[in-house]
């Protein structure tokens, strides 16, 4: 069963950096496409970024220069390192997984980020 555990978010301030983890088990995680998603309040959720399994990255326009995903296949985690945050990036993030031969995707619980002085 594939499960994806969120952690690292919390309360920053504007102008900050926050580094989101996310632990993956249950599935070939070598193998799979990986993402952070977000959703803020009243808003529908969106693509942050996300890393191939060979390591190619692809963000979303408002994130490039300041967010950076990568992955340790070795510890089955990925990350979203995350700087010069903005109140707007306020959202819970979503660890998304998605197999590269079946197109099957599942999701984590999400983590809260909070930018506020």
């Known amino acids: 069963q594939v499960q994806l555990v969120e952690s690292g978010g919390g309360l920053v301030q504007p102008g900050g950096s926050l580094r989101l983890s996310c632990a993956a088990s249950g599935f070939t995680f070598r193998l799979y496409t990986m993402g952070w998603y977000r959703q803020a309040p009243g808003k529908q959720r969106e693509l942050v970024a996300t890393i191939t399994s060979s390591g190619i990255t692809n963000y979303s326009d408002s994130m490039k220069g300041r967010f950076t995903i990568s992955r340790d296949n070795a510890k089955n985690a990925v990350y979203l390192q995350m700087d010069s945050l903005e109140p707007e990036d306020t959202a819970v993030y979503y660890c998304?997984?998605?197999?590269?031969?079946?197109?099957?995707?599942?999701w984590g619980q999400g983590t809260q980020v909070t930018v506020s002085s």
């Open positions: 998304n997984s998605r197999s590269t031969i079946t197109g099957l995707t599942d």
